[in-house]
């Protein structure tokens, strides 16, 4: 597949430079027809019987494996969720923390990681690591951590600047679980999860599936209660509500998902070049080059895909004209950053898009 091929992929490229996959990625064609396809084969054949189900059973059976894929973990041990913030909600639910316990995360994490550390009860300690070095972070995590930590929780990529935090060291420093917020990190660079006990996927992010779809990774599924149990959460039950759980995460599957939604994410993990990792961090690195020259950039070398930059006016205001101007990028509330964010998809007209409106 070459980046022509890969480019056409994508209509939206053909009027906007697309530098928004940090919140939502470019749905592509195969992606939609999928979508499309679904909704028509469920008009058409109804949404009931034997087949239909085995059928859908099928497909979530193949993007679960999809999914591990990503992560380079088992298919047994993946469910599949809403969102990163539905996987945490799993999490954090199901490890029943008290006020007793602490959890150690940083200062850099989305809220659809924080709100559900705050919703567990436990006692939350945060490093400070979003003006420090990237280099200096795991140090600040290791320094919040004590014998009463049940929990680090901290995002693989940082949703602020892309720094990319050093997961394989913070699990051999650490006796507590490790819980990871992939949602700047699966499908923008290789991930391997088998050093952390919990680790969250976002489909609609870098992956360019459809919205609400996303995964959990779970090492030991059988020392994580089940706390929202759900009809696939069992194979079988009795009348007081007691029940068999299905082997493995499957009995964390947070609900039915949208079978189309279940479709269109299918179809675009598997529509992805090989060369899509290296291709996407050297576009960020050009980035972060070309806006060097007129603007603070405060993501370091060398990271992931996405490049913050401080701009000497209103964020959210240079944001929407931005957009008019046919350039899609996020700014972030109360930091004064904007971010570009970089995909396999990403020209270097894009970049130069971007450069030019920015300067009008």
Same mark, same amino acid.
């Given at each position: 597949?070459?980046?022509?091929? %890969? ?9 906007? @430079? ?6 939502? &990625? ?9 979508? *499309? ?9 109804? !949404? &009931? ?28 041990? $993946? ?8 996987? =945490? ?34 006692? *939350? ?26 929990? %680090?929780?901290?995002?693989? *990529? ?5 720094? %990319? ?7 051999? !420093? ?11 990190? $699966? ?20 992956? =360019? ?8 990774? $779970? ?18 039950? !009795? ?31 598997? &529509? ?25 950039? %405060?993501?370091?070398?060398?990271? @992931? ?23 899609? *990028? ?5 930091? &004064?950053?904007?971010?570009?964010? =970089? ?18």
């Amino acid at each position: 597949m070459t980046f022509d091929e %890969v480019r056409a992929e994508f209509p939206v490229l053909e009027r906007v @430079a697309y530098l928004n996959a940090g919140t939502f &990625g470019p749905l592509a064609r195969r992606t939609s027809a999928a979508l *499309v396809g679904e909704a028509q084969a469920e008009v058409e054949r109804g !949404r &009931g019987g034997k087949p239909f189900y085995e059928r859908i059973q099928e497909l979530r059976g193949r993007v679960r494996g999809l999914l591990a894929a990503e992560l380079s973990v088992p298919a047994e041990n $993946v469910a599949l969720t809403y969102s990163t913030s539905d996987a =945490c909600n799993v999490v954090l639910g199901g490890l029943g923390l008290t006020p007793e316990d602490e959890i150690v995360t940083t200062d850099s994490e989305h809220f659809g990681l924080l709100g559900p550390l705050h919703g567990s009860g436990a006692r *939350v300690r945060v490093a400070a690591i979003h003006e420090r070095p990237a280099e200096e972070a795991l140090d600040a995590i290791l320094a919040e951590t004590s014998p009463r930590t049940a929990l %680090v929780a901290v995002s693989h *990529v940082t949703w602020t600047k892309g720094h %990319v935090l050093p997961l394989a060291e913070l699990a051999e !420093r650490v006796d507590a679980p490790i819980l990871v917020d992939g949602a700047q990190s $699966v499908g923008a660079i290789p991930v391997d999860a088998r050093a952390c006990d919990f680790y969250t996927i976002s489909g609609q992010k870098w992956l =360019c599936g459809p919205d609400a779809t996303g995964g959990l990774y $779970v090492a030991d599924p059988d020392r994580l209660r089940v706390s929202r149990p759900g009809y696939l959460s069992q194979v079988s039950y !009795r009348s007081d509500g007691s029940y068999d759980p299905r082997p493995g995460a499957t009995r964390f599957d947070t609900g039915w998902l949208p079978t189309g939604s279940v479709a269109g994410l299918e179809a675009a993990l598997g &529509g992805r070049p090989d060369w899509r990792y290296e291709r996407a961090r050297e576009m960020a690195e050009r980035c972060r080059e070309r806006l060097a020259t007129g603007f603070e950039v %405060v993501t370091e070398p060398g990271h @992931a895909t996405m490049v913050s930059f401080r701009v000497d006016a209103d964020s959210s205001a240079l944001v929407l004209k931005l957009f008019e101007r046919g350039v899609l *990028v996020r700014d972030l509330p109360g930091l &004064g950053l904007l971010r570009a964010s =970089c995909g396999y998809w990403t020209s270097d007209e894009d970049l130069d898009r971007l450069v030019a409106a920015l300067s009008v």
